[in-house]
């Protein structure tokens, strides 16, 4: 069954749940169930109209992007400090946005004949971006609003107008091509969808007008570093170029763009101890903003469009350029297959794209405090940790994204038989068990090697004989830590010694020496390693077995989701692609938490200057919750107190009620049949009792209705999610700051 077949399995259980009637809450489960269900909820009958409809989503959510970058931008523009902030940006705090609100933020100031007008500090990082691209004052933020707001109108018109005229444009489309006509006009123009190919039967093939695309804008960002950035980090308006530097373009002298480098002590925004110098490979940090050159930016975007613009004229001649092709590792007829099922599966391509993403995300969370490329970031703490929390998050929720994409394409668009049985999807399926149960076992030893070294040392620390502990040194992990760091400060001028790791240039190079790791840091990189691996198992158990197992073979025929209703009614618990999906992103959370407090607590301790206190309390969990969580939980605790409020009071109160929604989540997850039963009759007791809430189950509506277990599961993970979310945002906020 493929992605352009009609039929859905959920108008199956849109009849058989509650034939009687539904309730409020079933309605509101069916339209969450089939909403992304557009061939069913929509009507829709052809795969150009699927894509259209896709197409009309993509403008929808770039406007909503746009809109809300807007209002952000229009409060720094309104209410914020951005003239006075780019004078000193490290002394002044960034404001976000002005509130008339007594009990938040620093202590009130008159301003405007108002007593209450608080400001909010800004910890999204906006205020250094604004400042690294250019920005110069509150005028020019509101132009880049307007941009904003007109784009973001732009994209809901282009949304409209796809879906719109579909049918319109399908007639037009089959009456202009009648060489592909057939029986049916609407199957005749499926070969013009708006798919991209980037892989053929001979072999990799960069599509060139995205190699293009992305080149062209690459080159496009150089050109504006250099003329906007950086006369801005120089203290100068406008881009003034010598004529020696005009003349270097045309006699190949492209040695001069790196000369006349800014001086070590060049303050960023001034024009004290600047340079000339456009195009640079200077590496490592600024020393006096603690971010990358922007000449070196400039270089590396101009180097790779030339890249991407060069390597799209390629096509399927680029195995010559990296020695073998996909065909010579996957027989031909297995290619063209896989190749067949990208194409024609839109799951396929969405899971894809969303591994890609994943990753970039992950990549990015890691750098942007690694080798911060907005001037000052790195010396905001807050930010530095919003926005390292804020991309693990996103990544983590698209990778599991990806795998119920991929899922989804295994049960609807995938099928084993005839010639297709040798092709990669197929072999994965084929050595399922074998890959299932050797990721069980690596999660296994993960967990009971880890958990066992953590249980002996909180028992010897707790008897008093701290020495008896089991400490291993990660000695593999910091010599390659020292490796990257001595080679960091390995560069030198081109010509001279760019590989030579015994050079280091010492006026350009920041003095970062490589961080010490111990015995607390082996365990928590195994313990994050341990959620990795078993967020992984999950998914991928579920999506191998999403077309059938051993307990259940014709799984396939009920979809992605299905009713979990306990042994009574078949036995069908944790068996459905739905569970495995709701498992995996529990333990994705509970992963990325244990990641977040390792990256935050050590910073803090780092900034603090106290890194040897996390050597002394991490290799037992009691030292985490002592002297990480709890300690710094403190001034949250006292946000409200005998002696009254304080400037992060509403951050206490949100760390209190984010608490209560993240313990209640486990309420629903545990979902015991018994419980349910028992909650449901007390709701409909009550509903009969009370004539009002009676009236709204009049009708067709006759009366409440248990959830189901993977319904309560659904407002379970919900819960937990965002209970811990906002229980951290506010942790954070309050410790760091």
């Not at 992007?65 to 952000?72: D, P, Q, V």
């Not at 001279?496 to 010492?506: E, G, K």
């Not at 200057?609 to 001034?635: H, I, P």
Request: proline content about 2%; hydrophobic content about 45%; charged content about 10%.
């Amino acid at each position: 069954m493929d992605v352009y077949t009609q039929y859905s399995y959920s108008s199956y259980y849109k009849l058989s749940y509650h034939k009687n009637g539904k309730c409020a809450t079933q309605k509101v489960f069916d339209f969450i169930g089939n909403v992304h269900d557009i061939e069913s909820y929509h009507g829709v009958v052809t795969g150009l109209e699927v894509n259209q409809f896709i197409f009309g989503t993509h403008w929808g959510h770039l406007a909503i992007i746009f809109l809300w970058l807007s209002g952000t931008l229009f409060h720094i523009g309104w209410t914020g400090n951005f003239s006075y902030w780019r004078i000193n940006p490290v002394s002044t705090i960034a404001i976000s946005h002005s509130i008339w609100d007594p009990h938040f933020a620093s202590a009130a100031y008159s301003s405007a004949g108002t007593t209450y007008f608080n400001n909010t500090p800004s910890f999204s990082g906006v205020y250094n971006w604004l400042y690294s691209v250019g920005f110069v004052n509150e005028l020019q933020i509101y132009y880049f609003v307007l941009a904003c707001e007109v784009l973001a109108l732009t994209f809901l018109l282009l949304g409209k107008l796809h879906i719109f005229n579909s049918s319109s444009l399908l007639n037009w489309i089959a009456h202009k091509t009648p060489i592909y006509a057939t029986s049916s006009k609407y199957e005749a123009i499926l070969p013009l969808r708006f798919t991209t190919t980037y892989i053929d039967a001979t072999g990799i093939r960069l599509n060139f007008h995205l190699a293009a695309l992305i080149g062209t804008f690459s080159c496009l960002w150089s050109g504006h570093l250099v003329h906007v950035s950086l006369p801005n980090s120089r203290g100068e308006t406008t881009f003034k170029p010598s004529f020696g530097l005009l003349t270097s373009i045309s006699n190949g002298s492209w040695y001069n763009y790196m000369l006349q480098n800014d001086s070590p002590n060049h303050v960023y925004g001034s024009s004290y101890g600047s340079g000339k110098s456009l195009l640079t490979f200077i590496g490592g940090l600024d020393s006096t903003s603690s971010s990358l050159y922007v000449s070196d930016m400039a270089h590396h975007h101009l180097a790779i469009g030339i890249l991407f613009i060069w390597a799209g004229h390629l096509y399927s001649s680029l195995y010559k350029g990296i020695g073998h092709r996909i065909s010579d590792i996957v027989s031909a007829s297995g290619l063209r297959l896989v190749v067949s099922f990208i194409n024609k599966s839109l799951h396929l391509q969405l899971s894809l794209a969303l591994i890609f993403i994943s990753l970039t995300t992950n990549f990015v969370s890691q750098v942007m405090y690694s080798l911060p490329a907005y001037p000052y970031l790195a010396y905001d703490y807050v930010s530095v940790v919003s926005l390292f929390v804020h991309h693990n998050w996103i990544a983590s929720l698209i990778m599991v994204g990806s795998f119920s994409h991929g899922t989804l394409f295994l049960i609807r668009d995938y099928t084993r038989s005839g010639s297709n049985t040798q092709d990669v999807i197929s072999r994965l399926i084929s050595h399922k068990a074998s890959i299932i149960s050797h990721l069980s076992w690596a999660s296994l030893f993960l967990g009971f090697h880890t958990l066992g070294l953590y249980i002996h040392n909180d028992s010897v620390v707790a008897f008093g004989e701290p020495y008896k502990q089991l400490l291993i040194e990660p000695f593999i992990a910091q010599n390659a830590m020292n490796l990257v760091s001595f080679t960091s400060k390995s560069y030198g001028v081109l010509g001279t010694s760019l590989f030579d790791l015994t050079y280091i240039n010492s006026a350009n190079s920041l003095d970062l020496q490589a961080s010490t790791l111990g015995p607390g840091d082996f365990l928590a990189y195994h313990s994050i390693s341990l959620g990795l691996h078993v967020t992984t198992l999950i998914l991928l158990k579920g999506a191998l077995d999403s077309q059938g197992s051993f307990l259940m073979p014709d799984k396939v025929q009920f979809g992605f989701g299905f009713a979990c209703d306990g042994p009574a009614r078949g036995g069908t618990c944790d068996i459905s692609s739905w569970d495995s999906f709701y498992l995996a992103l529990f333990w994705a959370l509970n992963s990325n938490s244990w990641l977040m407090f390792y990256f935050h607590w050590k910073h803090l301790l780092l900034w603090q200057s106290m890194s040897l206190k996390f050597e002394e309390s991490s290799t037992f969990l009691n030292g985490w919750f002592r002297d990480y969580l709890w300690f710094n939980s403190a001034s949250l605790i006292r946000g409200y107190d005998a002696a009254g409020a304080n400037d992060i009071s509403v951050w206490a109160w949100t760390f209190l009620a984010a608490h209560l929604c993240w313990a209640t989540g486990f309420m629903f997850l545990i979902s015991w049949r018994g419980y349910w039963q028992e909650l449901i009759d007390t709701i409909i007791y009550m509903h009969l009792k009370t004539p009002f809430l009676y009236d709204l189950w009049s009708g067709n509506f006759y009366s409440p209705v248990a959830l189901s277990i993977v319904q309560a599961r659904f407002i379970g993970l919900v819960h937990f999610a965002s209970g811990l979310i906002v229980t951290y945002a506010a942790f954070v906020l309050g410790a760091t700051s």
